[in-house]
Each structure stands twice: as structure tokens, then as C-alpha cells.
């Protein structure tokens, strides 16, 4: 599988954005899907990861309540609706995959397909 990674953007505090990955091949849904960031300076970090069918969602504490992950498996698309967006948000989201992930969702390495990756950039 092939991911594409796109939406991202320049919006203000409080502001939302929806990030899209869409993948190409017909497997998709074997897929564990998660979204990573990283600022310039910091290490790649967790956001949201979401499983085949799309029946359980993780997400880091920081974006808790405020991002959500989500799929369509038709479409072969994974989402993530970014809402009250703060300054810290700001970072190069990517979307990542695995066939073979069966827990620690948060740990990147755990992950061999990556998209190139869209650029967030939050504003006062």
C-alpha cells in the first residue's frame, strides 16, 4: 500500500482542519492506520491510530477530545477532524500504516508504510 497525505494548512487558534490519507491498493482494510506529527526540533509523536474495521480508536492525551480519527474502508481513506486547534498543534502530520500491528499503536517504529507527510501550521 501507498499513502497520500493531504489537508493540512494554515488556520488560527481555535480553528479546525481535516486531514486526509488515502491509500492506494485493495487491501486497505488489513491495514492498522495512525497519524504521527513532529515539530522541528522534536521527535515524531503519536497522535491517533485507528484499527482495520475502524471499531477501536486511540489517541494521545494532547489531542484527546479535541482530533478524531476515523475510516472509510470503501473509500480506502483514514481521516483525522482536528478541532480547537492550538499553537502546539503546529507540526508535519503523517499518516502511517501496518498489516501486521496488533497493539503498542503509539510507537512508530511499529509502522512500515509512511506517507509523505502535510504540514500544519496553527496561528494567534
Known amino acids: 500500500v501507498q499513502l497520500q497525505a493531504s489537508g493540512g494548512g494554515l488556520v488560527q487558534a481555535g480553528g479546525s482542519l481535516r486531514l486526509s490519507c488515502a491509500a492506494s491498493?485493495?487491501?486497505?482494510?488489513?491495514?492498522?492506520m495512525g497519524w504521527f506529527r513532529q515539530a522541528p526540533g522534536n521527535e515524531r509523536e503519536f497522535v491517533a491510530a485507528?484499527?482495520?474495521?475502524?471499531?477501536?480508536?486511540y489517541y494521545a492525551d494532547s489531542v484527546k477530545g479535541r482530533f478524531t480519527i476515523s475510516r472509510d474502508n470503501a473509500k480506502n481513506t483514514v481521516y483525522l477532524q482536528m478541532n480547537s486547534l492550538k499553537l502546539e498543534d503546529t507540526a508535519v502530520y503523517y499518516c502511517?500504516?501496518?498489516?501486521?500491528?496488533?497493539?503498542?499503536?503509539?510507537?512508530?517504529?511499529?509502522?512500515?508504510?509512511w506517507g509523505q507527510g502535510t504540514e500544519v501550521t496553527v496561528s494567534s
Open positions: 502511517a500504516a501496518d498489516e501486521y500491528l496488533a497493539g503498542n499503536y503509539a510507537v512508530w517504529r511499529g509502522y512500515n508504510v
Open positions: 491498493g485493495r487491501t486497505f482494510s488489513r491495514y492498522v
Open positions: 485507528i484499527t482495520r474495521s475502524g471499531g477501536n480508536t
